[in-house]
């Protein structure tokens, strides 16, 4: 089979994210995940204290990705990161069906932003970075709406940071989507398709 390689080395994706790998994947763009390992929540809390902006704890946590699996890699390492705020409050993925029921609570009726942030790191120094944002305006939603909805689709309540997966129902939730789609999704697409053509990405048959 043939796919995108890099001229210089491989793509290694430090997530075990399994929608980013399939979005590299329906692009044909040959890439290894290799899971990065960080406190997620204490890289949030400190950002918040020092009244960072979520855009750079976003990109923070990009980076930590990447740095982490560049250390051992010399091939071409993207870290990648989605943060959703609203009301000023980030939001982290719900770890229960009930707190899952919560945000959806929260988020009612409201507009809220995903920050999508991009960091490749290659032989060890960061290259390459970018942060998308998409607006999302979530209808009012009943308590019986969201039962509905949860029913129907539990699978993403605990997959994603809005408990939602637009292209798997969650769609009838909104009102308004402002934004690229593949940032929705958590990945920063066409930017990243532009800077690895730039760097020399061709067509190679794979084993």
């Known amino acids: 089979m043939h796919s995108y390689s890099?001229?210089?080395?491989?793509?290694i994706l430090a997530s075990a994210s399994v929608t980013r790998q399939k979005m590299l994947a329906d692009m044909h763009?040959?890439?290894?995940a290799i899971p990065a390992h960080i406190d997620e929540q204490a890289v949030k809390q400190a950002g918040l204290a020092?009244?960072?902006?979520?855009?750079?704890?976003?990109e923070m946590l990009a980076d930590?990705?990447?740095?982490?699996?560049?250390?051992?890699?010399?091939?071409?390492v993207l870290g990648c990161d989605?943060?959703?705020?609203?009301?000023?409050?980030?939001?982290?993925?719900a770890e229960t069906e009930a707190a899952a029921r919560q945000n959806?609570?929260?988020?009612?009726?409201?507009?809220?932003?995903?920050?999508?942030?991009?960091?490749?790191?290659?032989?060890?120094?960061r290259?390459?970075?970018?942060v998308a944002s998409a607006s999302l305006t979530m209808k009012q939603l009943s308590d019986d709406e969201i039962d509905a909805y949860c029913t129907v689709n539990s699978e993403?309540?605990?997959?994603?940071?809005?408990?939602?997966?637009?292209?798997?129902?969650?769609?009838?939730?909104?009102?308004?989507?402002?934004?690229?789609f593949f940032d929705i999704l958590g990945l920063p697409l066409l930017p990243l398709l532009g800077f690895l053509r730039n760097r020399g990405l061709e067509v190679k048959e794979q084993n």
């Open 29 to 32: 763009i040959a890439c290894t």
């Open 50 to 58: 020092d009244n960072i902006r979520p855009e750079d704890i976003a």
């Open 82 to 93: 989605q943060l959703l705020v609203c009301d000023g409050q980030i939001f982290s993925k």
């Open 127 to 130: 290259i390459w970075h970018h």
């Open 156 to 180: 993403a309540l605990l997959n994603s940071v809005g408990c939602y997966q637009l292209e798997r129902g969650g769609a009838h939730l909104f009102t308004s989507i402002s934004g690229d």
């Open 104 to 125: 959806l609570k929260a988020l009612s009726g409201k507009t809220h932003q995903l920050l999508s942030a991009a960091v490749i790191y290659f032989q060890n120094n």
């Open 6 to 11: 890099l001229k210089d080395g491989d793509l």
């Open 64 to 76: 930590l990705k990447a740095r982490q699996i560049a250390l051992t890699r010399a091939d071409y």
